[in-house]
């Protein structure tokens, strides 16, 4: 099909306005980190012009960096150590998302190629816990984690990540793997290869583009889980989202800082995607066709 | 360069670049010469919200007296190596506490400090989990005025502990200079001390001088006044004439209410423990509201007190009714463009004589001035009870609140003693972290302040039942204000009954 000059200019013009309206608000939040706070809100708007400066981010992580000492009085109460913060949510992101696919994939093989009773009735077991409320398991959790010693414990922390994030990872991975042929299995298991051998040596590469994407969720969904890290931690561990509240003062928010943190914190998400952004298009495309 | 010259020239660079009477550059080169490098642009940077800022007082006088770490390096032997959490709102105090004053005490004491600093929900969050667990997570609890009735048994009462514990008790702790009407409107309920005052977030009037010489007005001393001026000052300048903080379903809400419902003779409760709002004097105050609501910005309903800051740190408004610890921020000139533009005096009269505590129920005390206090307590369910309470008197005491005040940017204190300090005067002049609204907070705090009502409910009723039907009301979602007022009364009675 051929398209006019003007069919396709209006096509261009209307991408880049989708594109536009998605990242105007990272845009304008990225660009109040670097405001002063007069310039914050300013009426009119300070969208494009702006005296710019660096405050937000040196108050946010120049004493956890070491460049400015801890003299100043902060909203936060002193809290803008954030870069262990940032760390904090690394660890957790990382490690939880690593837990979950872990289990996720394998679980997900097992659903998708054994045949075993009542799998129809697991996988809709699994999909129901999705619909629980993480609020009605915040407090059990909270005794648990208090008698078990994994309170404001990155372990305790990674765990709750993991657990949450696997039901749908075990979701997506097992549509993952029902979309290759089980004649490809099945021709390998003729050929004498074992289940795990399959599984390692033949499935798991093909399904590697899935794997990214499930694991780009699970990340996401864990660098941006609140309350759980909110009650099952106390002061020696904290995740950015919770960090990120305590900029609201009782005075006032500390939007400068808080966009600094924001802006910041954006950074290992982006960088985790554009890692696995390869895997990631295969992996949200597979399965758009059957065979 | 001799010492004490020293920080005397340091005091002054820093004096001056507070008042940005030099740049930041030179500022840095002037400390660099001292020898203090980039560390000491710490002492001089200015910021909004909460005191990013360092006082004009001297640094050597910005330290704790020695004496009082003396006795807590004594009292504090057997509990070295513990560890104290506390959970609070990210306040002026708390945020000067955990800043820059704790390390004191840890390192007198040998007593580790931990202050979780969170949003206030977030703060009644955690305190509500470790009393229904009984799990003695924290040591300490912020108590925020409106929760002292549900926790008033889960606390020990410091007047008690001061008797029991003579060994631990601070020399010269005073309990009685702790404000009077503060101790009654924060920490009493029923026969007991729910700890004792942290700090006073107050409503107190502050408007723009600049405007009120323009129009040829001066500071409103009645109700009617303030709304006349305000209905002018929007119709003659660019600036509304008020603002509020009046977002729905939120605590400050109800608290912009009642400043209206008191200042007009009302009460929340009357004393037969009924919803009264929807009295006649109740609908004269929403008649008030609503003339005056008619001079503030677009968006009001959607603000909380950041908004509310916000409108008349960026001259969009020029007065406002409101928490007296915006002060000290409107100052900085770095944050504001109002700096040195605004002026602070006592809430308007009320359009009638308030009602006495007996005339309303559940020990509500009405006044124009309405406080958002909090109070400092032991947790019942602490595993450290002894050197919480250490801990405990050294924050509340009068040394310690002098440092809070002047380092917390201006927070109102809660001792008397406190706020004829020469540090704290000190600081009074334009600029960051003023206290030159001080002595207004505390003229205030003696014959305006207005009490929320004591009872265990309160926490629901202020931050749901009754703000949720308020911002509704403004919503245009009611037919009237005595229909409004009636199904609050019947949401709340109901409540209450139950």
């Known amino acids: 099909m051929r398209w006019s000059r003007s069919t396709s200019v209006l096509r261009q013009i209307a991408a880049w306005l989708a594109v536009g309206v998605f990242f105007f608000p990272i845009f304008f939040w990225v660009t109040t980190a670097f405001k002063p706070a007069y310039e914050i809100f300013n009426q009119p708007p300070s969208v494009w012009t702006f005296d710019v400066t660096l405050r937000n981010f040196e108050e946010v992580f120049g004493i956890s960096l070491g460049f400015l000492r801890q003299q100043e009085v902060l909203p936060g109460g002193g809290n803008f150590y954030m870069a262990?913060?940032?760390?904090?949510?690394?660890?957790?992101?990382?490690?939880?998302?690593?837990?979950?696919?872990?289990?996720?994939?394998?679980?997900?093989?097992?659903?998708?190629?054994?045949?075993?009773?009542?799998?129809?009735?697991?996988?809709?077991?699994v999909l129901s816990t999705r619909m629980m409320p993480p609020v009605a398991v915040a407090i059990p959790m909270f005794f648990i984690f208090r008698d078990t010693g994994l309170m404001d414990t990155h372990l305790g922390l990674i765990l709750v990540h993991a657990l949450m994030n696997l039901p749908l990872a075990v979701l997506l991975m097992k549509s993952f793997f029902d979309d290759i042929p089980a004649e490809i299995d099945e021709s390998a298991l003729i050929d004498g290869a074992s289940r795990w051998l399959i599984f390692r040596r033949i499935v798991l590469p093909m399904a590697k583009g899935g794997i990214a994407a499930t694991a780009v969720l699970c990340f996401i969904f864990s660098w941006t889980e609140f309350l759980f890290a909110l009650t099952l931690t106390q002061t020696s561990l904290k995740t950015v989202p919770v960090v990120s509240s305590t900029f609201v003062t009782s005075t006032g928010t500390a939007w400068g800082n808080m966009a600094a943190l924001g802006a910041v914190a954006m950074v290992p998400a982006f960088i985790f995607i554009l890692l696995v952004q390869r895997h990631l298009v295969r992996g949200l495309t597979l399965g758009s066709l059957k065979q | 360069m001799r010492d004490h010259d020293r920080k005397l020239f340091l005091a002054s660079l820093t004096d001056r670049y507070v008042k940005r009477q030099i740049d930041r550059r030179s500022f840095l080169r002037s400390a660099g010469q001292l020898g203090l490098g980039l560390g000491a642009f710490g002492l001089g940077v200015t910021r909004p919200f909460g005191g990013h800022f360092t006082p004009v007082a001297h640094a050597q006088d910005l330290r704790p007296d020695p004496d009082v770490l003396a006795w807590v390096r004594e009292v504090s032997k057997p509990f070295a190596g513990t560890t104290l959490k506390l959970a609070t709102e990210s306040t002026p105090p708390s945020n000067a506490l955990n800043s820059q004053l704790k390390q004191y005490f840890e390192e007198a004491s040998g007593i580790k400090v931990e202050i979780e600093v969170l949003p206030l929900e977030q703060v009644l969050q955690k305190l509500t989990l470790d009393i229904a667990?009984?799990?003695?997570?924290?040591?300490?609890?912020?108590?925020?005025?409106?929760?002292?009735?549900?926790?008033s048994r889960d606390v020990f009462d410091p007047r008690e502990q001061y008797a029991a514990k003579p060994d631990l008790a601070m020399p010269n702790w005073n309990i009685d200079d702790f404000l009077p009407a503060l101790v009654d409107g924060i920490c009493v309920y029923e026969d007991r001390w729910v700890g004792v005052p942290y700090d006073i977030p107050i409503f107190i009037m502050m408007y723009r001088r600049d405007i009120y010489e323009q129009l040829g007005m001066s500071a409103p001393t009645t109700f009617e006044e303030y709304l006349r001026q305000a209905q002018r000052i929007s119709?003659?300048?660019?600036?509304?004439?008020?603002?509020?903080?009046?977002k729905s379903g939120h605590y400050s809400l109800e608290c912009d209410w009642t400043?209206?419902?008191?200042?007009?003779?009302?009460?929340?409760?009357?004393?037969?423990?009924?919803?009264?709002?929807?009295?006649?004097?109740?609908?004269?105050?929403?008649?008030y509201w609503d003339q005056l609501y008619k001079t503030m910005p677009p968006g009001v309903t959607t603000w909380t007190w950041d908004g509310q800051g916000q409108s008349i740190a960026q001259g969009v408004a020029a007065t406002m009714m409101s928490w007296g610890e915006f002060f000290p921020y409107f100052d900085d000139p770095s944050a504001t463009k109002v700096s040195g533009l605004m002026e602070a005096v006592r809430c308007p009269a009320p359009v009638r004589s308030l009602r006495t505590v007996e005339e309303t129920g559940f020990g509500e005390i009405p006044g124009v001035g309405h406080q958002g206090g909090s109070s400092l307590a032991v947790s019942m369910n602490s595993k450290a009870p002894d050197a919480a309470w250490i801990f405990m008197q050294w924050v509340t005491c009068q040394d310690t609140q002098v440092l809070i005040t002047t380092l917390g940017g201006g927070t109102g204190p809660t001792r008397n003693s406190v706020y004829d300090d020469p540090r704290v005067i000190a600081n009074n002049r334009v600029g960051p972290g003023t206290t030159r609204h001080l002595n207004v907070v505390r003229e205030t705090i003696a014959k305006d302040?207005?009490?929320?009502?004591?009872?265990?409910?309160?926490?629901?009723?202020?931050?749901?039942?009754?703000?949720?039907?308020?911002?509704?009301?403004?919503?245009?979602?009611?037919?009237s204000a005595k229909e409004a007022m009636d199904d609050i009364a019947k949401a709340v009675d109901g409540i209450v009954r139950s």
Request: glycine fraction near 10%.
């Open chain 2, 235 to 246: 119709a003659e300048t660019d600036l509304y004439g008020a603002t509020g903080q009046m």
């Open chain 1, 84 to 125: 262990p913060r940032l760390l904090d949510s690394l660890i957790v992101g990382l490690f939880s998302t690593a837990l979950a696919v872990a289990v996720a994939t394998l679980a997900a093989y097992a659903l998708s190629r054994m045949a075993f009773r009542g799998r129809h009735h697991f996988v809709n077991w």
């Open chain 2, 449 to 479: 302040m207005g009490s929320e009502p004591d009872l265990p409910e309160w926490a629901e009723l202020s931050n749901d039942t009754i703000p949720v039907r308020l911002g509704k009301y403004f919503a245009g979602d009611y037919g």
């Open chain 2, 259 to 287: 400043a209206w419902l008191w200042g007009h003779g009302g009460s929340i409760f009357n004393a037969d423990r009924k919803f009264s709002g929807n009295d006649e004097l109740g609908l004269e105050a929403m008649a």
């Open chain 2, 133 to 151: 667990s009984q799990l003695g997570t924290y040591d300490l609890y912020y108590i925020d005025q409106s929760w002292a009735a549900s926790v």
